[in-house]
């Protein structure tokens, strides 16, 4: 069934500008317009903007990860196991994005500058859980990075662009693990699919400590065995 935007507008509660919005973003299928005035609308879309708007102010979801979402809604998953896959990935838990903060709040609870900030991400190094036309939110685990991580480092006057090797490096790493996941879930049916990607995000994260903490002690060990034995 076809409708106009002012009837999802009412059923939504949420106005027309902004499901505009949502179908630029991709969240929305484009209408079918009838001329420069008039369009209209697949009935679905009420659903969808419900659902679009739950997973913003509820969940506080970027808008990449709610067309995810989406999609994946489309392909015949519920909300709640499309919400599973996103995640596996994201570690995302309501007791820490409940804590979204800007960024003047960040640089006040972190002790960085302006400066930092803007050299920090421009590198790579530092990735703000939302950030996306022009919005800019930060969460705890940005806080942490930027508090116990990114300010003692510049407090020791190191030079942060020496660290973009972590980005370079951590790319090949993920690139080869999304290649790992795909050769997984291959065949799979979607409920394998969700219980896999979960699996292996979960593993993965361990699986990078584990490595980089052995090989760094690993290193230590024998240069610190090198220097008694000249």
Known sequence: MRIKIGEISKKSGVPPSTIRYYVRQGLLPEPEKVNKSMAYYDESCIE????IR???EMKYYPLSVIQNILRRMDEGLSLEEAEAI??????????????????????RVTGLVDEDIDEAMDIGILVPY???????????EDVRFGRDILK??????????ELGFYVE???KIVDNEILLRKKAVKGRSQKDNIFITSEISKKAE?????????????RVQDTIQKSFNP
Not at 48 to 51: D, H, P
Not at 95 to 101: A, Q, Y
């Open 54 to 56: 739950y997973l913003q």
């Open 152 to 161: 003692p480092i510049k407090d020791l006057g190191q030079d942060i662009t």
């Open 86 to 107: 996103e995640d596996a990935v994201f570690g995302h838990k309501d007791d820490i994005v409940d804590k979204l903060i800007e960024r003047e709040e960040f640089i």
């Open 130 to 140: 939302i950030q996306e036309n022009g919005r800019t939110l930060f969460d705890m």
């Open 206 to 218: 361990f699986f990078r400590s584990y490595i980089m903490k052995r090989l760094f002690q690993r």
């Open 169 to 171: 490096l951590g790319k």
């Open 48 to 51: 969808k903007v419900r659902t």
